[in-house]
């Protein structure tokens, strides 16, 4: 039996977000420069988001680049952004083919404007698709959103749009940039560091953790199974009781 055969279908995750860390030591235990190590994430990218697709998981986010990633040696920032633009001009023919619909979270006007054209013509091509989600978390961090999003709350009490008593979760959620899709129930994070490292915070609150040795350029869709059968096996109780639960 594979390992893909393995997986209940009936209880999937609707979405998976990964931390896809590990790409300096790949490269660096290669004797390569870190930007190789990126340049073959992105192989992993494609592998993972083709298996999410397969499956027929609706939201996949990926953590591709944090606020705090800026503060990175300026040639592998500029190597990443250069990527990241040709990377996302290859691959929506690929997106289509497939059905999937690109989305972003983050401080996206903090990218270089070639990085944000490309980008918003992207999404916009893949708009229609109605298939898997794929969202990429570029500049961004929990802690820049969740300040983002009390700025635009305090914005909309100040102008007499909103009610501070008519702030609920769900309102709260609705500024927040992950508006509209579903908490994920499952988060991965490879190169085996046990940390969020600023991601989702309010989102995650009762996620499934996974955390996997494996550095995010060996990354592949058996262990993208590994990490949902390993998910499907944990009972989820928000709280309540194993009996209340079972
Ligand atoms: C993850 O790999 C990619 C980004 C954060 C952009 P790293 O670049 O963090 O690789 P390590 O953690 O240094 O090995
Ligand atoms: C987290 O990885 C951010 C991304 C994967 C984009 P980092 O490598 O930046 O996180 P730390 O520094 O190990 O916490
Ligand atoms: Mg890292």
């Not at 929990?142 to 309102?171: C, F, H, M, N, Y």
């Not at 927040?176 to 560091?193: N, Y």
Request: charged share 25%; net charge negative.
């Amino acid at each position: 039996m594979s390992l893909k055969e393995k997986i209940d279908v009936e209880k999937l995750p609707h979405h998976i977000a990964i931390i896809m860390d590990g790409n300096g030591r790949w490269a660096k235990e290669k004797g390569h420069d870190r930007l190789y190590g990126h340049f073959h994430g992105v192989e992993s990218v494609r592998n993972i988001v083709e298996g999410c697709a397969e499956l027929g998981i609706s939201y996949l986010t990926l953590y591709a680049f944090s606020t705090e990633n800026w503060d990175r040696p300026q040639d592998e920032v500029t190597g990443l952004m250069e990527l990241l633009v040709q990377t996302i001009r290859d691959e929506v023919p690929t997106l289509n083919k497939n059905n999937i619909r690109l989305q972003v979270i983050g401080n996206i006007g903090q990218l270089p404007q070639n990085a944000q054209n490309e980008l918003n013509e992207a999404i916009r091509e893949t708009s229609t698709n109605t298939g898997l989600t794929l969202i990429m978390a570029l500049s961004y961090s929990s802690r820049w959103e969740i300040i983002d999003t009390v700025q635009r709350i305090g914005k909309d009490i100040v102008s007499g749009k909103l009610k501070p008593e008519a702030i609920s979760a769900s309102t709260f959620a609705s500024y927040l940039c992950t508006a509209g899709f579903p908490d994920p129930e499952l988060v991965i994070r490879t190169s085996g560091e046990y940390r969020i490292s600023n991601f989702l915070l309010y989102q995650i609150a009762y996620s499934e953790l996974y955390f996997t040795p494996t550095l995010w350029p060996d990354f592949r869709k058996d262990d993208l199974y590994q990490a949902i059968i390993n998910y499907q096996s944990r009972e989820r109780r928000f709280g309540k009781t194993s009996e209340q639960v079972s």
